[in-house]
């Protein structure tokens, strides 16, 4: 159900571009943290379902999953944090803070040229 409205509310922003432009939406690409998680599959399936029809049909959704980062306690490194090795890689400290997760945003829109047949 996130998906979905992932998906309608990147869907309005796109369509909006669009619109102002008189054209079609060839594609956007869309970031987001790990704490905020997007399965791919269900926000591409309901993009797909909610862009019929529209000048957002046909495009590509690209979703790029930014690693969340943490803090030693210890040594103070700021490292990408591994869930199957939740440890600082520099001193093996398990004690650690995590660092602002990525919200999620809509990256960029890549529009038709209205000029292109």
Do not use: W
Request: glycine share 2%; proline share 5%; charged share 25%.
């Amino acid at each position: 159900m996130h998906e979905t409205m992932v998906a309608q509310s990147i869907f309005e922003i796109i369509l909006e571009q669009a619109k102002q432009y008189n054209t079609t939406a060839v594609s956007a690409t869309i970031s987001c943290g790990q704490f905020n998680p997007i399965n791919d599959e269900v926000l591409n399936f309901a993009f797909e379902i909610i862009a019929k029809d529209t000048p957002c049909e046909g495009m590509t959704l690209e979703i790029i999953h930014i690693p969340l980062r943490a803090i030693c306690k210890g040594c103070k490194n700021e490292f990408d944090f591994d869930v199957y090795k939740p440890m600082c890689p520099m001193c093996e400290s398990c004690e650690f803070d995590f660092a602002q997760d990525a919200e999620l945003l809509l990256e960029n829109i890549e529009l038709k040229d209205p000029d292109t047949k």
